[in-house]
């Protein structure tokens, strides 16, 4: 279960930048609140993701809804695929009852009772890194639920006493490779899972972080052995879905499909959170090698589910939008637009639906989009070049600069991060720049991988054309 957020930060609009800061709980003294939000890690800033206003997509990010720890990592794996620096024009309310904010559910929320809970055990022995671990889980978990990665901050916070040990506790460890990486420090990420596994190999959380950080760097020979290493510890559909998730984008997509599809009858008994993680594979892999019907089928299953899921929710919106359903992805995301992820691609349907979509809709987001856009890049933040890249090509201003600098984010998104979505943005900005060249790093990675995409495909055969 995903807790809702609690008392623990308080936002504000000031025109359309947003601005986050810690209010320190019962435990903490002032000085320690100060300390969470300028302490470093590696010359990162701690209090950095509570104060962002955009996080990185979630199709990126792919921390979804987890029914154990290990299960949030996996959805990483999927593909971690759900910055002019002046700001954005004000933004003026049109009306008083106009809404800027939707809070997060009220304290008497369950959610919101099981975080509160977990800061209280934190508050009442400060020194216990199982309470800090348990906490931060939490935070990250809400994160993967709704999508706004300040609760990531939240999360570092909780960890601060241990964030610069150079040995900190297993457990620790592998809560801090999970922060890490979603700030793309792959690196450090995987050397503190190395570390963990070493300790006590029987942590397949750490397994699953570690297949998920190496499938987004593309390394599938080390993301195999990683699946194999969990598949001994966890359930047998969790372990059959993390090497099916390799072979999807190893050449056998087919073939991965049909074990996804396998596992889940062979596994009735699996949770639901197991099985929304398995669903949401199926139908992306089954949508990667063009066969809609099954695609839309294996959604909607997950859909029924009824579990708060904002991957799977652009997941799907993705595909409605690919299949020239505008419509639908609205109604799907109605007071959704709190996860940026989910803003982009109701932006995205509502630009497609022309004078069919609501009055100004598509205008509105979109400015709100480069507002939140502009906000990163004045923090320096560049962790989501491959959603910008995206904004700019469909939403931005046209022009020659805007494709350029679309092409630009996508080339050093890809430089970092090598998916399915991240060799899709940069193709297409490639195309739409034509520029056959900066398409090259995505047409070796086809290669090497041999993956089985009719998308990818078709476009890498587009590019290839220009002269």
């Known amino acids: 279960m995903h807790p809702q957020p609690g008392r623990g930060s308080y936002c504000r609009l000031v025109n359309s930048y947003r601005f986050c800061r810690f209010v320190p709980h019962q435990h903490q003294h002032q000085h320690q609140h100060q300390h969470h939000l300028h302490h470093h890690h590696q010359g990162r800033d701690l209090g950095r993701h509570c104060r962002r206003g955009l996080g990185r997509d979630l199709r990126s990010c792919r921390a979804s809804r987890p029914a154990a720890p290990w299960l949030g990592a996996l959805v990483l794996a999927a593909a971690l695929v759900l910055q002019g620096a002046a700001m954005a024009a004000p933004f003026v309310p049109s009306a008083d009852s106009q809404v800027l904010e939707r809070l997060p559910a009220r304290a008497s929320d369950p959610r919101s009772r099981t975080l509160a809970a977990l800061r209280l055990a934190l508050a009442q022995a400060p020194g216990d890194a ?47 490779a999970m922060l890490l990486q979603f700030d793309h420090q792959f690196e450090p990420a995987l050397a503190d899972l190395d570390a963990a596994l070493r300790a006590d190999p029987e942590q397949p959380q750490a397994w699953a972080w570690r297949a998920a950080i190496h499938l987004v760097r593309a390394d599938y020979g080390l993301a195999r052995a990683s699946c194999q290493g969990l598949s001994s510890r966890v359930p047998p559909l969790v372990g059959i879905a993390c090497l099916a998730q390799v072979d999807a984008v190893t050449g056998r997509t087919a073939q991965a499909a049909a074990a996804l599809r396998q596992a889940l009858a062979d596994n009735p008994g699996a949770s639901a959170d197991q099985r929304l993680w398995v669903l949401t594979r199926l139908a992306e892999t089954e949508e990667r090698r063009g066969a809609w019907a099954l695609a839309e089928a294996a959604f909607r299953q997950a859909l029924a589910l009824n579990i708060a899921d904002v991957y799977l929710l652009g997941a799907y919106a993705d595909f409605l939008l690919d299949q020239q359903r505008p419509a ?123 993956i089985d995409s009719v998308v990818l495909r078709a476009l890498a055969e587009q590019v290839r054309a220009l002269p």
């Open 130 to 176: 199982a309470a800090a671990v348990a906490l931060a889980q939490a935070y990250f978990n809400a994160m993967a639920a709704e999508g706004d990665p300040r609760y990531v901050g939240h999360a570092q916070a909780a960890l601060a006493p241990w964030w610069n040990l150079p040995d900190p506790p297993s457990s620790v460890r592998v809560i801090r």
């Open 328 to 450: 639908e992805v609205l109604g799907l995301l109605t007071d959704r637009g709190r996860a940026d992820v989910l803003l982009l691609r109701q932006a995205l349907a509502a630009r497609a639906l022309g004078n069919a979509a609501p009055a100004g809709a598509a205008q509105t987001w979109a400015r709100e989009l480069a507002a939140r856009f502009d906000a990163a890049r004045l923090r320096g933040d560049t962790t989501h070049q491959k959603e910008e890249s995206r904004f700019l090509l469909a939403l931005g201003p046209p022009g020659v600069a805007n494709v350029q600098q679309s092409l630009k984010l996508a080339s050093a998104n890809f430089s970092e991060q090598r998916e399915p979505a991240d060799a899709r943005i940069l193709l297409q900005a490639a195309l739409a720049a034509r520029d056959r060249v900066a398409a090259e790093p995505a047409f070796a990675w086809l290669t090497a991988s041999a």
